[in-house]
């Protein structure tokens, strides 16, 4: 695969020999950190690591150990691909799920890594498997026939599907596809069972799926700390199409029932956290149905009483991940902040909230030491991948626990990311990131590329990426600006709030603010700016298309085209509901208000289209038609077609070729020429 990356770095002025450009190929050699897991005595946390085999295709997954209080990490698992690490109630075991045996099932290992033995033998394969306190069951996730009873029903049904001739589908019900699956007839559902084996027990049958896709994002479920009620997630409503309404249930583990539901909200509800105490149950909720993007709340459920309060009512910001501390006095929130991800720290009793552990950076998933005075989280920025760190949870500097990659990036040149803000016509303050290429010369004119986020209601911000890596664009020559435009998140629930219902609006006013900023700096050559961005991004990119010819290039991925037919085509209703104010034949003048395939005709700057053809939340058509009116117009023009990716380029030899196309287009564009 070398040969596919010459040419990355093209452009670029020579370097230092200890700082070098940082190239896909750089890139993917990276391991992948996430899944960390404290053990219950503080001393050890496993964790999980992604590496990619560009050769062989393939992103293995294995689990890792690091100890608390320094020492090399090491890797405990080898064979096949192991994930989802979870310690056993007294440290001396893990849980978690491999495919060693040919499918995804439960397993079991001792602390050290020996005595493997495999726990689940499911025709429907098993995942998000946990520890019932006591350490004598397990729960997990089946997709499983919602008439079957038993695994040979299921084991049936399947052998029958997988030999029939017949590979037709019939549906009665909407969502009958969701973003690179097609929906079949088996449905998630919890079970439980016993970790020496033996029958597993359904807990949520049903024809619903149990946890539903996540709007909030995490397993959905959790254990009360007596290991004798489960409460988890689950969407009612008929039509799960158009309903971002979930809920909180709960069911006994003792006597196992009918699901008894203990929040009653008609937005959507998630991420479900006993305290320690077993007093609480955390949770965020959103108060608007139907908008998947309204400001997440952290809410406390009080189970005696069965009374819900919200705890950051008054913070206009998103509350993303939280934990309990050891003593149950204290949540720790991940808050979504201007383009940053911090730790807070929030009392029970009441007050607000401080600061514990702040940087330029995005922090996750702190977990505590018992007796709560360490805490272990995974940091990463704009310049660095995830790695562990520990910290005290009353602030101090932080310790890093992991080093995997330092090997990898000793020599590499990454650049900080820097921000700044414009005013918008409106007034509206709008920030962006930017990063330099290495070996900046102030002195010298570059090309600049700018990237727009997707969402609309997303954010760029300090956090790594390698879907769209920007440390990769600027390598290879460009100053990179990631502008957060109307829509973005972390800037106040009204900032995000502008850009429903308004797609082409404020968002693209505020992307041109940036722009005649970025025009101005003395390093900047507008000559030769181009533009790129995914989902939403791409959108604008069609958008812009049609409303200015100030760049010399685009790249256009996943990006709706024409919003009539996508309103049709597209499968999470709510959000099509929501961001136009009904449907294409309700309110078809907001569709073709904000449609880039009705300004088609200005077409003019040259343009590759990517697209993936299991991609069903922006389905394919959509490129196929911006690539069509493209052609009709004369644009120079290229269409890059994955007929084995989705919405996101996953595959590593997919994702070389998606960086090398992407850089030769906007490289080819922007070079300097009398074009």
């Known amino acids: 695969m070398r040969r596919f990356l010459l040419g990355l770095c093209l452009g670029v002025a020579s370097l230092p020999a200890q700082r070098q450009p940082f190239s896909a190929e750089r890139m993917l050699e990276l391991q992948r950190i996430s899944e960390h897991q404290l053990s219950p005595d503080g001393s050890t946390v496993a964790f999980t690591v992604q590496s990619v085999n560009v050769e062989a295709n393939t992103k293995p997954r294995q689990i890792w150990l690091a100890p608390l209080n320094g020492g090399a990490p090491r890797k405990l698992t080898s064979e096949g691909n192991n994930w989802r690490p979870r310690w056993s109630p007294d440290g001396k075991a893990l849980l978690f799920i491999s495919s060693r045996s040919g499918s995804a099932q439960v397993w079991w290992m001792n602390a050290d890594g020996a005595g493997a033995r495999q726990v689940t ?96 994002g995490g397993d959905d479920y959790a254990l009360a700390p007596d290991g004798n009620e489960i409460c988890f997630v689950m969407n009612t409503d008929p039509e799960p199409a158009t309903s971002t309404n979930s809920d909180l249930f709960v069911v006994s583990l003792t006597e196992p029932g009918e699901p008894r539901k203990v929040v009653d909200n008609p937005a959507a509800d998630a991420g479900p956290v006993y305290s320690p105490d077993g007093r609480y149950i955390a949770y965020r909720a959103q108060s608007r149905p139907g908008f998947e993007s309204d400001r997440w709340r952290l809410m406390l459920l009080e189970r005696e009483t069965g009374r819900s309060t919200s705890r950051t009512e008054t913070l206009d910001l998103n509350v993303g991940g939280y934990s309990w501390a050891p003593d149950s006095k204290r949540i720790f929130l991940i808050l979504e902040d201007r383009g940053r991800a911090n730790i807070h720290m929030l009392p029970i009793s009441g007050g607000a909230s401080r600061s514990v552990v702040a940087g330029a950076s995005h922090m996750d998933d702190p977990q505590f030491t018992p007796d ?59 920030q962006s990131f930017l990063v330099k290429p290495p070996g900046f010369d102030p002195a010298k004119k570059y090309p600049v590329l700018f990237l727009i986020h997707g969402g609309p209601q997303g954010a760029w911000g300090e956090s790594w990426s390698y879907r769209w890596n920007h440390q990769v664009f600027a390598s290879a020559g460009f100053v990179v600006v990631m502008p957060n435009p109307r829509g973005s998140t972390g800037y106040g ?162 994702s070389v070729l998606w960086y090398k196309t992407f850089l030769d287009w906007v490289q080819e564009w922007t070079r300097k020429t009398d074009r």
């Open 121 to 216: 033998q499911l025709s429907t394969e098993a995942d998000a498997a946990s520890w019932v306190p006591g350490g004598k069951r397990i729960v997990f996730t089946s997709e499983v026939y919602p008439e079957c009873s038993t695994d040979a029903c299921n084991k049936e049904k399947l052998n029958a599907e997988t030999k029939s001739k017949v590979k037709a589908r019939i549906y009665t019900s909407l969502l009958y596809r969701h973003w690179d699956t097609w929906r079949g007839a088996r449905r998630k559902h919890i079970f439980l069972m016993p970790l020496e084996g033996g029958a597993a027990q359904d807990l949520t049958p049903g024809a619903r799926d149990v946890p539903p896709f996540s709007l909030g």
């Open 372 to 430: 709560g005075r360490t805490m272990v989280y995974a940091e990463q920025s704009g310049s660095s991948p995830t790695e562990l760190f520990r910290a005290s949870s009353t602030g101090g500097a932080p310790v890093p626990l992991t080093h995997l990659n330092d090997a990898i990036l000793k020599d590499a040149a990454l650049p900080r990311l820097e921000d700044f803000w414009v005013d918008a016509p409106d007034r509206a303050r709008v």
């Open 493 to 654: 629930q009204k900032f995000t709030d502008e850009v429903s219902q308004d797609w082409g609006g404020r968002a693209y006013e505020d992307i041109m603010a940036v722009a005649d900023h970025v025009a101005a700096q003395p390093w900047a050559d507008p000559a030769r700016f181009a533009a790129a961005g995914g989902s939403y991004g791409g959108y604008m990119v069609n958008w812009m298309l049609g409303h200015t010819d100030r760049f010399k290039a685009m790249v256009s991925h996943a990006g709706v085209y024409d919003l009539p037919s996508m309103g049709g085509e597209t499968e999470e209703l709510w959000f099509t509901k929501w961001e136009f104010g009904g449907m294409p034949w309700q309110v078809p003048e907001s569709y073709a208000r904000w449609s880039p395939s009705q300004h088609a005709a200005s077409f003019k700057t040259p343009t590759l289209v990517i697209h993936g053809e299991q991609d069903f939340r922006v389905p394919y058509g959509q490129g196929l038609q911006l690539f069509t009116a493209l052609k009709v117009n004369q644009v120079p023009s290229k269409l890059l077609i994955f007929p084995d990716e989705g919405h996101w380029i996953l595959k590593p030899q997919n």
